[in-house]
């Protein structure tokens, strides 16, 4: 699984570690850790405090691969920051979809309910149509 790290230095074990800061879900969702999760990188790493850097963990939370993460950071900044796509703009464009939802929810209730009294007025007509029918029936035989 994919993460975004930290690098810290653990002064009591003399040891560069990795704070766990998010982890990837899906292709375009991650999830924040909340709480403090760390990893040692054992001795002999090289590599800056407070250094961002994206690190792939294997299901028994061994590092499989770790690189810098400047490279995703300025993607991520041109493909969702530059074209202004803000967490603002995600909210309305939520906020629309929710009320074209209750949009389409309310029309198609209303569809159900002109459905209803269209069937109903059908019922209505055909049971006039007999009544006619019977009533008319009734007549010619009195005539004859």
Known sequence: MLYLAQVHKNEFL???????????????????????AFIL???????????????????TGDIERLEEATTWVLSLIQTYLSTGITPEFLHQEKERAEQWR???TLQTQDLAR???????????????????????????KQEG
Not at 122 to 128: F, N, P, T, V
């Open 114 to 140: 002109r459905t209803l009294e269209l069937e109903a007025r059908r019922e209505q007509i055909q049971a006039l149509e007999e009544s006619l029918k019977r009533e008319k029936n009734g007549s010619q």
């Open 41 to 59: 990188l054992g001795k002999g790493k090289t590599l800056t405090e407070k250094l961002l850097v994206l690190v792939e963990l294997s299901p």
């Open 102 to 104: 209750q949009n389409l």
């Open 14 to 36: 003399d040891q560069l570690q990795l704070r766990l800061l998010a982890r990837q879900e899906t292709d375009n969702i991650w999830t924040i850790i909340p709480e403090e």
